[in-house]
Each structure stands twice: as structure tokens, then as C-alpha cells.
């Protein structure tokens, strides 16, 4: 439905849950990606570029855009500029972080996550524009999900490539909470400037694109109340989203080695503090809950994968 949709020079590739969602954008002076999934599945991704160039004539990448630095929207990164050569742009805030790979201020080991180590040429300033493909899209900050998120607006055609500040029914995880900084109320003047553009279609960093706008909006905001109204509610929940996050790259993995990664990974601690529990009753509590509610299952000394995604 959503090649319909879009204008010529726009391509989306879905992506599983796993990798955000690859957005093309081809022009005769410049052929652009938004974003570039999950390290893992970073040589699906060369795949699903060089097939997409081939499709439309073309056999270069110009440039790498990401909506923020999660490992699932840069994680291939390093292995599409190794393969294309092409330039990469981060929003302004993590320019820093990334010249000097820093560990301290990129996501990855606080998450428990990886990402190979790749170089930026350009950054992404809100207020200001950028040409992708053939068309100037007004870049925007969108803080609460990713402090330092941006999402990007096409006003002519009325498109938003929303990251995590929207999908279709809800949001990515409120993450700067679970360590104790200011996150909900980002989400909602996020949700508010979003309202606030005429928007005919929303491109999200995962799942499909949507148009209802309106609809959209309004579960986003009563999952907000749901979570503000209960910070611990919102520890829960992100603590579950990392654990089956990482559950979908392991798919099955001997429970043993899950407590490992959760007393090791620092966000997780954070929750663990937040709830009120020790490191061990958390990392008990937490495989059980994600079984619980139907995300995982146990297998003898395994803990597996289990659909429907979280
Ligand atoms: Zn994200």
C-alpha cells in the first residue's frame, strides 16, 4: 500500500523487528538511505541496498542518514561504508560521541548492545534542511525516546520518517527514564510538534507505514499516561523491550548466560534500582516476566524466543 503512496524516489524497505526500517531516497545528483538496522543483519543490509541501487540503475550510496544511535537504526553503518564508500550523518548532539567512539556517551554498553565502530562526514542540525534523493526534507528534534533524535519532514508530499517518537501504536522505549533522566514530558511535546505538521504519511523506524495520523497520535498519548503515571511501570517495561530485544538476535540462549547480561548491562541496573530489587531477584524476575507475557519461553536450561514480538 505504501509504494501507492509515495512519490517517485522514495523506497521503504521493511525491515523485522530487529533492524529499524530502511528508507531510500534516489535523485540524480544523490542516492541517500535513513537508516541502516541491526549489526547482526548488517550483511542482509548490503544486500537489501545493492539489490534496491541495481533495481533503480544505479551502484553507489551517496550517504548514510540515522534518525538517532540505537544499534538497530546504525548497526550497519561501518559495513555499508565499507562496501559503498559513502559518506555517513548523525544527528549534531552525538557528533562528539562518535569521532571519539565514546563509550561513555554512545548507548551500546549501557544497553547491552553492540555496534561495529564506523566514521561520520556530516551531522544533522534541527531547524535546518538536507537533500535526500530529490526532495529537501526539514530535519526536527525529537527528544524522549533518544534524547538526541531527530525525525525528518517532507513538506511538500506531507511525508514524517518518524523513528521511534511514533509508530503506529505507540513508541520505542522511554529509555532516559530508567536511569533517571527527563523523558516523559520530551515525549509529549515530541507528540505535540508531530501533530502539529500536516502529515499524509508516516514512515515509522519499525513496522508498517500508516496514515492515520490522528489515530495514531491519541494511543500514543494514553500509552504515555499509562507509563508517566508509573515510573516503575515504565522500568518494567523497558527492562522487558531489552530483554527481548536481545532475545530476537540470541533467539535461544542458556538462561545462565541471560542473568549474566542483565547484571552486566548497566541500563538494567538502573531498572533493577528503580524497582526496588536486588541485581540477582531482578535477573530472576526478569526472564520469567518476558515468559510471562508470552515474548519468551523456557526449554530445559533455555530460555528461547518466542513470537508474537513484543
Ligand atoms: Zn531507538
Partial sequence: MSSL???????IYERGWLSANNIFHFGDGDVSIVDTGYYA?????VDIVTNALKKNGLSSLNKIINTHLHSDHCGGNAALQEHFGCEIYVPAAEALAVQD???DLLSYENLGQDCPQFSHHGILIPGQEILLGRYLWQILAAPGHDPHSVILYQAEHGILISADALWEEGFGVIFPELW?????EEVAQTLDLIEALPVSLVIPGHGRPFTDLAKSIETA???LDYLA???DRNSRHGAKVLLKYKLL?????EMQAAHRWITDTPALQHAAKQ??????EFAQWLPQALVKSGAAKLEGAYLMNHEPTY
Avoid: C, Y
Fill in 5 to 11: 503512496l509515495l512519490p517517485p524516489g522514495i523506497e
Fill in 275 to 280: 524497582l526496588h530489587m536486588g541485581m540477582d
Fill in 180 to 184: 533517571g533522566e527527563p523523558g516523559f
Fill in 41 to 45: 543483519h548488517s550483511k542482509m543490509t
Fill in 221 to 223: 498519548r494514553s500509552r
Fill in 229 to 231: 503515571s508509573s515510573p
Fill in 249 to 253: 538476535e540470541w533467539q535461544k540462549i
Fill in 101 to 103: 567512539w565514546n563509550a
